[in-house]
Every structure is written in structure tokens, then in C-alpha cells.
């Protein structure tokens, strides 16, 4: 099946930095998304993005399909940012699912 | 809201034991998946219905079992539970056969196993 792997696993960040999160994957995808997972557990659509750029406040992402990677990219950050950042993508050829990576943890420190 | 519902949000029982999880999808949508999330194996794929049929497995033990209802909610049994089996469990739902529109979780059944 498709491997999607996201660096780096840990990051710390002080208040107000900016920070890069990237997803590799081996296929070429249907359907990739970014979450973000909060201390609650609860999974939160940030984007739905298999190729192009968006933006949402003061995150955004790009996804360069052909070459099988995508970007977060979050800027000022602040401490409710702190969680799980997952990348999953629905491989051509890997069945209907989304597969994830293993999650980049984000800690923001006031 | 994702608009996903998951009933109930927490549930704590005994090994050996047999649990229901609930997942009513986002109206409109006729895709379920069913996902494990424990602490050492990420989130995990498990089962997918589409219209009230199952339509792709992925590492789901034979002790557990689902299945979607002509109103489209779905149920996932999990029986004979053990420690292991404790997990954050989601539901997901889009709106066609693939993935490949914008999925939506629910905020997941967190299962401990005592």
C-alpha cells in the first residue's frame, strides 16, 4: 500500500514562530488532507488538498503532486496550536481509505 | 461540528467483554470507515460500508465486526476484548464510494479495557 511518512515527529516552537510540517507519500493520491488532532483527541479538518495551494488564516499548505509531497506551513503560532499534525492520503492504488502518516507532535510554548 | 456523530464519547469495561460503537454520518454521505487510533500503532484502518455494504477491510480482527444500516448509520462490535483493544476509536463518512473528496471524523469513542 501507499507510505506516507511526515517530518520531523516532534517539533517545539516559542509563541509566535513559524514552522513547516512536510508529508511524503509513494503514489500518486486521490485525496490528501492535513488534520490536526487536539489534546481532546479530536481530529480537525484543516485542508482538503491532493494539489495546489491554500490558505486558511495563518496556516496554509501546498501539495506538489507530482513530486509526491505536501507542506503546512503554519506562521505566528500560538499555543492553541499545540497538538498532533496528521497528513492522510487516498492512494490511486490503494484502495478506498485514507491512509495516515505517523503525525508530526507540535508543541507551542508561551 | 464535522457533522460526524460518534455515541458514546466514553466507554470503560471489563476483558472478555462485547461493546457497540455508534456513527451516524454526515447527511448525505453513503461512506463509512471505521479507524483505530492506539498509542503504538497510529490510526489504523479498519472497515469501510458504502450504501449498507461492506466494501473494503483493512486490519480489522476477526473479533470485531460492523456493519451500515439502511438509514446509513453505522456499528462496530468489538467481542472478547482484551487490554489491547484500547483505543480511540473514529468513524469517518464521505460522500462517495472513494476517498477521494474531503473526509470528515467524528470526535471518536475512546474504549479503555480494565
Known amino acids: 500500500g501507499i507510505q506516507v511518512e511526515q517530518s520531523p515527529p516532534d517539533l517545539i516552537l516559542q509563541e509566535g514562530a513559524n514552522s513547516t510540517l512536510r508529508c511524503n507519500f509513494s503514489d500518486s493520491v486521490n485525496n490528501l488532507q492535513w488534520f490536526h488532532q487536539n489534546p481532546w483527541g479530536q481530529l480537525i479538518n484543516l485542508f482538503y488538498i491532493p494539489s495546489g495551494t491554500k490558505q486558511n488564516g495563518r496556516l496554509s499548505a501546498t501539495t506538489v503532486a507530482t513530486e509526491r509531497y505536501s507542506l503546512l506551513y503554519i506562521s505566528s503560532s500560538q499555543t492553541t496550536d499545540s497538538g498532533v499534525y496528521f497528513c492522510?492520503?487516498?492512494?490511486?492504488?490503494?484502495?478506498?481509505?485514507?491512509?495516515f502518516g505517523e503525525g508530526t507532535q507540535l508543541t507551542v510554548n508561551p | 461540528d464535522s457533522g460526524v456523530t460518534q455515541t458514546p464519547k466514553h466507554l470503560i469495561t471489563a476483558t472478555g467483554q462485547r461493546v457497540t460503537l455508534r456513527c451516524s454520518p454526515r447527511s448525505g454521505d453513503l461512506s463509512v470507515y471505521w479507524y483505530q487510533q492506539s498509542l503504538d500503532q497510529g490510526l489504523q484502518f479498519l472497515i469501510q460500508?458504502?450504501?449498507?455494504?461492506?466494501?473494503a477491510k483493512g486490519n480489522i480482527l476477526e473479533r470485531f465486526s460492523a456493519q451500515q444500516f439502511p438509514d446509513l448509520h453505522s456499528e462496530l462490535n468489538l467481542s472478547s476484548l482484551e487490554l489491547g483493544d484500547s483505543a480511540l476509536y473514529f468513524c469517518?463518512?464521505?460522500?462517495?464510494?472513494?476517498?477521494?473528496?474531503?473526509?470528515?471524523f467524528g470526535q471518536g469513542t475512546r474504549l479503555t479495557v480494565v
Open positions: 469517518a463518512s464521505s460522500a462517495g464510494l472513494r476517498m477521494n473528496t474531503e473526509a470528515f
Open positions: 460500508y458504502y450504501n449498507g455494504e461492506e466494501r
Open positions: 492522510a492520503v487516498d492512494g490511486e492504488t490503494s484502495g478506498s481509505r485514507l491512509t
